[in-house]
């Protein structure tokens, strides 16, 4: 009884739920949502490390236009279902917290450092410099210390910074000479991180060519990893296809194939022109640099494997983006340049269109720009494929052409798709698509698309696969 006299409601001394008694009730409750947030944040952090940053673009040009969303990369192929799912969103990502954490071991590292640079101990277990500071040059390009390109970034100052991608930050820098570099500050680079810096090193140090970024040196300094690369000062192609750009853009139809062709022969020559070979493995348009004349760099080779004598690398993790990565990469791991090339046709899709590979907002029936572009073509719409954004539409002959390579690119048939150095050659023959091809494609225009990229276009003349490097370069 209380004081007031009312009888006290009795606490049930057994719940509805399956009759147990309260505070087992509430213990199993307590157990679930504990479980729940657990499994939150597992997907959580394994989302962070694959999710994309957001572009920042403060030093290519105050006239490079800024992409509003982006496109996530899939990573790892082992995350359950879940986590895939959310990688797989549009998300924006605050990368502030992640760049403060490497300015400060940044500004720690020039704390332990001797005024020499390099030769020091990594306390966090990493390796000594590899290279000692009286030789800086190391044939194909030099070696930085710390010191050196803290000074050229202003010591990786906010204003220098010129964007963010899955490896790091990547800053302007001025050198000492004068000369304008970017330097990758590679986050994370311990364990798997560091291999991945050490094979970029090794294979892309050597490799120039005009259409290619070239890696004009790097800093192992500590823990620090750092990459030094060639400034190419027009933005990237990402930011010219979907940044604000209206009414026009200025990339017209000969401005985008002069893009498409340099970076065919960027890749062409990675594949074709290296022993090993070099396959990209994330072919996309924010990897295309473009400078002032428009001349095509094809960036990253953050994701690149060498490739040895076995036609095709089996790895654990698709390390491609999005709507670019190849059917049989993703679902098997299976690499090999075919990958490249399809990759390479959906980016072309991107180029004429001017749509993105995935873009959310769009109709259901409009959202994967592969499935959409084969559909136009089997409706014989495919004057409706060029970007609007086109002010002087191509030659139905130029069209014709770009889409036969997009069709051949993206071929389900791995071995039918073309080399890249043919696609180069697809891409500049004024005659090309042949009579006989342009039938073909009329016949198939009206069937399935699966049969128009089922290779039933004959490939170009027996010439074009006998290695003939100079056409690339
Ligand atoms: N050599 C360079 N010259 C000028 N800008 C560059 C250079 N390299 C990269 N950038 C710019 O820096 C930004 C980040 O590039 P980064 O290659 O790190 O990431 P990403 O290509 O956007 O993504 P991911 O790492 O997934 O490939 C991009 O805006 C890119 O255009």
Not at 302 to 310: D, I, Q, S
Not at 437 to 457: A, D, H, M, T
Request: one cysteine or more; aromatic letters at 6%.
């Amino acid at each position: 009884m209380t004081p007031s006299g009312n009888a006290m409601p009795e606490i049930p001394n057994k719940t509805p739920l399956m009759g147990l008694k309260v505070y087992i009730a509430i213990g199993v409750l307590l157990l679930i949502v504990v479980a729940i947030v657990l499994l939150i944040f597992i997907c959580i952090r394994r989302n962070r490390r694959s999710t994309k940053r957001r572009m920042r673009v403060k030093h290519s040009s105050g006239t490079i236009p800024l992409v509003s969303k982006e496109i996530v990369e899939v990573k790892d192929l082992d995350l359950t279902q879940d986590c895939e799912q959310a990688e797989l969103k549009i998300e924006n990502v605050d990368t502030k917290k992640k760049k403060e954490e490497a300015q400060a071991e940044v500004k720690v590292d020039i704390g332990r450092r001797g005024k020499g640079g390099g030769g020091e101990t990594d306390v966090s277990g990493g390796n000594r410099s590899e290279v000692p500071v009286d030789d800086p040059n190391i044939g194909w390009g030099r070696w930085y210390s710390l010191n050196e390109l803290e000074l050229a970034t202003h010591e990786f100052a906010d204003q220098n910074v010129i964007g963010e991608g899955g490896y790091g930050i990547v800053y302007r820098g001025v050198l000492q000479d004068g000369s304008v570099v970017a330097v990758k500050n590679l986050l994370n680079n311990k364990g798997q991180a560091e291999k991945e810096f050490k094979v970029e090193v090794e294979a892309i140090g050597k490799v120039r060519h005009k259409n290619l970024v070239g890696l004009v040196g790097y800093c192992a300094e500590g823990a620090r990893r750092m990459l030094v690369y060639e400034y190419v000062d027009n933005g990237n192609l990402e930011q010219w296809l979907h940044g604000d750009v209206r009414p026009v853009s200025p990339l017209t139809w000969d401005i985008r194939m002069r893009i498409a062709i340099g970076t065919a022969k960027g890749l062409a020559y990675l594949h074709e022109g290296l022993e090993p070979k070099v396959v990209h493995r994330d072919v996309k348009s924010s990897n295309i640099l473009l400078d002032r004349k428009w001349n095509a760099k094809v960036s990253d080779f953050g994701l690149a494997k060498l490739l040895g004598p076995e036609k095709s690398y089996v790895t654990t993790r698709v390390m491609g983006t999005f709507g670019y990565v190849a059917p049989e990469y993703a679902s098997t791991g299976m690499l090999n340049e075919a990958s490249d090339v399809y990759s390479f046709g959906v980016l072309l899709m991107e180029i004429i269109t001017g749509r993105s590979p995935i873009d959310y907002s769009r109709a259901p029936g409009e959202m994967n720009l592969v499935d959409w572009f084969k559909g136009m073509i089997s409706s014989r719409r495919s004057d409706e494929l060029v970007d609007p954004l086109i002010e002087i539409h191509p030659s139905p002959r130029s069209l014709k052409r770009a889409l036969l390579v997009c069709l051949r690119c993206i071929d389900s048939e791995v071995t039918k798709r073309p080399k890249m150095g043919q696609i180069v050659h697809m891409l500049e023959a004024d005659d090309f698509p042949y009579r006989s091809e342009l039938r073909i494609v009329r016949e198939k225009e009206n069937v399935p698309s699966q049969s128009v990229v089922s290779g039933k276009v004959s490939y170009p003349p027996r010439h074009v696969e006998s290695v003939d490097r100079s056409r690339w370069r």
